[in-house]
């Protein structure tokens, strides 16, 4: 079992910039795939990012590509969501889920575990 509890999330202007946190606890995830995604108020929740076990790989959807970067410290238990350029469309519900090795992937139901989200507000 892994827990994930995210943290960071917040109220910032549009062009601005914050920085998730998912930190890991129950189990190390130094061998486990972390995904990024969000949900916004009506809508589905959607991938940003994923990042592999080692943080060898990663993978972005085309939405946050250039703006948003994954990383992970696995000596931490963490994993990151650096997001910059922010808009008023980012705002949402964020989450991160893991996902057990070897592969990445970008789809919802790949991943058994997920933190109860962080919100992000995003104002014009």
């Known amino acids: 079992q892994v827990q994930l509890v995210e943290s960071g999330g917040g109220l910032v202007q549009a062009g601005g910039s914050l920085r998730l946190s998912c930190a890991a606890s129950?189990?190390?995830?130094?061998?486990?795939?972390m995904g990024w995604f969000r949900q916004a108020p009506g809508k589905e929740r959607e991938f940003l990012a994923a990042?592999?076990?080692?943080?060898?790989?990663?993978n972005y959807a085309d939405s946050v590509w250039g703006r948003f970067t994954i990383s992970r410290d696995n000596a931490k238990n963490t994993v990151y969501l650096q997001m910059n350029s922010l808009k008023p469309e980012d705002t949402a519900v964020y989450y991160c889920?893991?996902?057990?090795?070897?592969?990445?992937?970008?789809?919802?139901?790949?991943?058994?575990?997920w933190g109860q989200g962080t919100r992000v507000t995003v104002s014009s």
């Open positions: 889920a893991a996902k057990p090795w070897p592969t990445m992937s970008r789809i919802i139901n790949d991943y058994p575990y």
């Open positions: 990042i592999s076990w080692n943080g060898s790989s990663r």
């Open positions: 129950g189990r190390t995830i130094s061998r486990v795939n």
